[in-house]
């Protein structure tokens, strides 16, 4: 037993707040270790710190007192989320991030509902109690089956293409956003009725579904980002309406910084949010590049393992531009031994990333931290453009979209104007893909069919491991 004395500091407000306050501080300074890999690992430690220091406090209020849901609760949770963790492969990273998410909005909207059924619909709440967590509900429950749709079709058990109703979509849309404004408001104002709460879900997640349906996958990074803000203003409102500070202020934090990414993001592919949102962007059927590009261009330049570790070998200065098909390989660890050959030849050796490589931001940067790259070979587009110009060799793995130059010679390209690593400024270029198959985007890529460029096809763990194996005979 706890002494009364004791029981009664632990549970004073002011000692509840400093908690918080400490905990509040571990979160930012957790989320700041998060822009780099280096102190990535750290960083994540300290917030996991900051939330251990956030449930205590929570625990110790005068109000929390069902120890056995709260238990039993925890332990499931453990149970499925500690060896799902463990075990995802980095390059399931994304479609984890998708469904983790998407349980924050589900448990956001869940609340939302309990608090609604405890109070009566309401009754005697205040006003603004009731709006914030109908404000969570519907944007809960949007998150929630938003990121199962991504999940879905990250996952590839849901096609990538967009699924649209066409023209009829964004008018869709806006009824089902607009009718669970109407049932939120008519709530607000006064109705009891559970009925209407639960057509609010439904109409919440079917614009859910109806919103992420038709968006492609070159747009796949940007809705995980922008879900993920949606989560965070959603937990940030349930705090409101539940005069917790730690849902509040975390909540704040990933609604921000959630919002700032999906807009940098945003800006690194020259898209608008309200297009994205729109859908019909990526997966969809291939169309042409350019005039010029695909079966108009010609013959495409085919090399072989051996003749790449020649031209790589007498090179001065290789970049690596890595993408998604280098994730879909598991291809990093080969590519960390083909980097350490060539530096062994006295070879200069950088990785240049595109801010949407891969299926989510920083994809590339994780996978080749775990490959041990060290950190400051990786070259920021912005960075690596500039090098471009005095480099031998570009050795392309798997990245199609990011550095297709019909962004920036095109106007006609559904691409045109999204910033792109300008590998064809280098002398000579090696792709390695495992077919002329086109992007997310759809569209074939006029790197191609550039004379510098030869195509090395086959999957890019295998490729990159000849590579090697020729260099050692050189």
Not at 208 to 216: C, E, K, T, Y
């Amino acid at each position: 037993m706890i002494h009364p004395v004791l029981a009664s500091f632990l549970q004073n407000t002011s000692f509840l707040d400093v908690l918080y306050i400490v905990a509040f501080a571990l979160f930012i300074q957790g989320l700041r270790g998060l822009s780099g890999p280096t102190t990535a690992v750290r960083g994540n430690r300290i917030a996991a710190v900051g939330m251990g220091i956030a449930v205590v406090a929570t625990l110790l209020n005068r109000g929390e007192g069902n120890w056995g849901l709260i238990a039993l609760g925890s332990a499931l949770g453990t149970a499925v989320g500690v060896p799902a963790a463990r075990q995802v492969r980095m390059t399931a990273m994304p479609q984890m991030v998708a469904l983790f998410n998407g349980v924050g909005g589900g448990a956001v909207f869940l609340i939302s509902w309990t608090e609604f059924r405890l109070t009566h619909g309401y009754s005697h709440t205040a006003t603004y109690i009731a709006i914030f967590s109908l404000f969570a509900a519907i944007v809960g429950s949007v998150s929630f089956w938003g990121s199962n749709i991504a999940f879905g079709k990250l996952q590839e058990i849901l096609p990538g293409r967009p699924i649209t109703l066409g023209a009829a979509q964004q008018a869709v849309n806006l009824l089902l956003l607009a009718l669970a404004i109407a049932a939120a408001v008519d709530i607000a104002a006064g109705d009891h009725s559970e009925g209407v709460f639960i057509g609010m879900l439904v109409c919440a997640a079917l614009l859910g579904n109806a919103v992420v349906l038709p968006i492609g996958g070159a747009d796949m990074p940007v809705v995980i980002s922008m879900l993920n803000a949606c989560t965070g203003l959603s937990a940030a409102a349930t705090g409101i309406a539940l005069n917790n500070p730690a849902l509040i202020v975390a909540g704040m934090i990933v609604g921000a910084s959630g919002s700032i990414l999906t807009n940098l993001m945003a800006v690194a592919m020259n898209r608008s949010i309200p297009a994205i949102v729109a859908g019909g962007f990526g997966g969809g059927g291939v169309v042409e590049g350019a005039t010029g590009a695909g079966e108009h261009a010609g013959t495409v330049r085919s090399t072989s393992a051996a003749d790449a570790a020649i031209q790589l070998a007498y090179a001065s200065r290789v970049v690596i531009v890595p993408g998604y098909g280098m994730a879909v390989a598991q291809a990093q660890h080969a590519v960390r031994e083909l980097t350490k050959e060539l530096e062994a030849r006295g070879v200069e050796v950088s990785y240049a990333i595109h801010p949407v490589a891969g299926r989510m931001p920083g994809h590339m940067n994780v996978l080749l931290a775990e490959a041990d790259v060290p950190y400051d070979q990786l070259r920021e587009m912005d960075d690596a453009n500039p090098e471009f110009q005095r480099t031998d060799v570009s050795l392309v793995i798997g990245a199609n979209d990011v550095t297709n130059p019909a962004a920036k010679n095109t106007p006609s390209s559904p691409i045109y104007g999204m910033p792109i690593l300008e590998v064809a400024d280098s002398r000579s270029v090696i792709v390695i893909k495992r077919s002329m198959n086109p992007g997310f985007a759809g569209i074939e890529n006029e790197l191609y069919y550039d004379p510098k460029t030869a195509m090395l096809f086959g999957d890019a763990k295998s490729a990159v491991s000849e590579i090697t194996a020729e260099l050692a005979h050189i």
